[in-house]
T-cell receptor, first 114, second 114 residues
């Protein structure tokens, strides 16, 4: 089955700096790669996703890149703010009409310091 | 829509007791997922349903765990008998089964088995 590795496990940045989180996946058939943000006491929430026919996607301060050949994808957050502090999870799935069986990375605890 | 609704939010039970966790997916979603989150193992997929039918239960840890989805608007995850190592946060998520769509998570049930 799919295996997703995520690095780093913790990341501390100064407010206004950029943060980068990287993930690799094992199953070349995976074609859907979402990123989730989890705040304390809450369930994960989707912040951005990318499909295998796209190499990069951007939404305001958040961007995701995908390299299918190398089987890795990354989350980039620019101009970080204290409210960006949370745990971020990458995931990968091979999505078909039968649903998305998401396999998650182990998470990155991001801390944005003032 | 109120989102994915899980109950209870917190559950404390004694070892050996039966525990039932409940989930109401978002109306119209036809895929439902149960995840378990622990510090040691991260987010693990336990089982997922598509159109009320269990598709993959390979993540269910052992026979003490069972899940049902009697209709499109309700699912349960049961642990009988419960053990201290089952202590975790259990999340339910739902999505549309068409490829590459967002999975929405509930707030989770924090289970403590003493």
């Amino acid at each position: 089955g799919e295996n997703v590795e995520q690095h780093p496990s913790t990341l501390s940045v100064q407010e206004g700096d950029s943060a980068v989180i990287k993930c690799t996946y094992s199953d070349s058939a995976s074609n859907y790669f979402p990123w989730y943000k989890q705040e304390l006491g809450k369930g994960p929430q989707l912040i951005i996703d990318i499909r295998s026919n796209v190499g990069e996607k951007k939404d305001q301060r958040i961007a995701v890149t995908l390299n299918k050949t190398a089987k890795h994808f990354s989350l980039h957050i620019t101009e970080t703010q204290p409210e960006d502090s949370a745990v971020y999870f990458c995931a990968a799935s091979f999505s078909t009409g039968g649903g998305n069986k998401l396999t998650f990375g182990t998470g990155t605890q991001l801390k944005v310091e003032l | 829509d109120a989102g994915v609704i899980q109950s209870p939010r917190h559950e404390v039970t004694e070892m050996g007791q039966e525990v039932t966790l409940r989930c109401k997916p978002i109306s119209g979603h036809n895929s439902l997922f149960w995840y378990r989150q622990t510090m040691m193992r991260g987010l693990e997929l336990l089982i997922y349903f598509n159109n009320n039918v269990p598709i993959d239960d390979s993540g269910m840890p052992e026979d003490r765990f069972s899940a049902k989805m009697p209709n499109a608007s309700f699912s349960t995850l049961k642990i009988q008998p419960s053990e201290p190592r089952d202590s975790a946060v259990y999340f339910c998520a739902s999505s549309l089964s068409s490829g590459g769509t967002e999975a929405f998570f509930g707030q989770g049930t924090r289970l403590t088995v003493v």
